[in-house]
């Protein structure tokens, strides 16, 4: 069973870096083929894909978030980060690490989530 917990600050103040990782346990981050996402949800407001590490880890993003957002991996410790730079109050969200198994947008395991807050 792959299991997935995001950690981070809960509260990051505006135009600073949010940065976030997720620990995987129960599969490897470098399995073929799989994807690993990260995925926001701001309050009232309905599911946002930010992008992805590959297992190969290549990197895709959002269009809209491409220039400030950036996804990297730890091996080592089976861990993968989002970081987004110059966070604004639009940035709040309770944010999700997922597998994604073809790069479809499909996520067959999630993390529960955990809640950044942008503000001075």
């Known amino acids: 069973q792959v299991q997935l917990q995001e950690s981070g600050p809960g509260l990051v103040k505006p135009s600073q870096t949010l940065s976030l990782t997720c620990t995987v346990s129960g599969g490897s981050i470098t399995t073929n083929y799989y994807y690993w996402s990260w995925i926001r949800q701001p309050p009232g407001k309905g599911l946002e894909w930010i992008g992805y590490i590959a297992y190969s880890d290549s990197t895709y993003y959002s269009p809209s978030l491409k220039s400030r957002a950036s996804i990297s991996r730890d091996t080592s410790k089976n861990q993968f980060t989002l970081q987004l730079s110059s966070v604004t109050p639009e940035d709040t969200a309770v944010y999700y690490c997922?597998?994604?198994?073809?790069?479809?947008?499909?996520?067959?395991?999630w993390g529960k989530g955990t809640l950044v807050t942008v503000s001075s």
């Open positions: 997922a597998r994604d198994p073809q790069a479809g947008g499909y996520m067959d395991y």
